[in-house]
C-alpha cells in the first residue's frame, strides 16, 4: 500500500471518527445533566440565570410528606423529628426536602439516546412510566414542578433546565474532549 493510499484512508476516516467522538461526549454530557438534575432535589435551589429561587413549601405539604405512608393519618417517625427539630410546618430549610417524597421523581430522571444517531440529540428528562399510586405518569408530576401549574397553585421549581444551562460549559468540554480522542486515534492505526 502507498503512502497516498493511506493518507487517503485517513482522511476519509475523518468524518466517521469526528462523528463518534460527537456522540460519545454527548453522552458523558447527558450523564452530568441528569446528575446536575438529580442533584437539586430536595435542596431549595436559589436562582440561576433566568431562572427564579425555588418557593418555600406550603406547611401543609410539608406535613402530609411526612404523615405515614400507612394512611394512618399519624406522623412519621421523620416527621415527629421534623417537629421536635423546627416545631412548625414548611420553615424554608432544606429539611422540607422540596420535591422529594418517595424519590420516584429522582428515579424517573434518565437519559434517552434514542436520537443520537439520526439526529446527535441526546435527550436528558423524565421517563414517562405510570405512578402505581395511580397519580398519572411521573414526567406529568415533573412537568407541573418544573414549569408550575397555576390552577393547582403549584409554583415553578425548575430543575431540569438550570441543571442544563449550568453544564452549557462541561457540555462543550466534554465533546471536545472526545472529538479530540477519537481523532487522534487515526494517527494510532485506530478506526
Known sequence: M????ALLRALQSIPGAADNGIKKGLKRAAVIVMGRAKNKLGTYQGSSGSFNAWAKLNPETVRKKHLSKSGSGRLSKAGKAYLQKHSSWGTGTNDDAPLVDTGHLRQAITTD????????????????GRNTAGKGSPSDYAAK?????VSRRIPARPYLRPALEESRAQIKEEVSKALVQELRGLGRGGL
Not at 116 to 126: E, F, Q
Not at 145 to 149: K, S
Open 113 to 128: 439516546y434514542s436520537d443520537l444517531d439520526s439526529h446527535r440529540v441526546a435527550y436528558v428528562g423524565v421517563a414517562a
Open 145 to 149: 414542578h418544573e414549569f408550575g401549574d
Open 2 to 5: 502507498s503512502e497516498f493510499d
